[in-house]
């Protein structure tokens, strides 16, 4: 088999074999809350990422964000 083949075939279990290897190990060296928090930082950076890719727009609405709190803290009411 070339590997072409087998990474259409085995590819979701390879990848995901690999993560949990990788996970496994920073676990075992640095300890669960730091894992934890460099997983919470893949993540949002992965999200990051895909928005970009999709042309989302920004992450935070700042037209709507400035508009409602000028709308709620008018100086002359």
Do not use: N
Not at 10 to 18: D, E, K, V
Not at 21 to 49: D, P
């Amino acid at each position: 088999m070339k590997w072409d083949e087998i990474w259409t075939v085995y590819g979701g279990r390879l990848a995901w074999t690999a993560w949990g290897l990788f996970f496994g190990l920073l676990y075992l060296f640095v300890g669960f809350w730091h894992m934890i928090v460099v997983a919470l930082l893949t993540l949002l950076g992965y999200w990051i990422g895909r928005r970009k890719d999709l042309r989302s727009g920004p992450l935070l609405p700042w037209g709507e964000i400035r508009a409602r709190l000028a709308e709620r803290w008018r100086p002359f009411r």
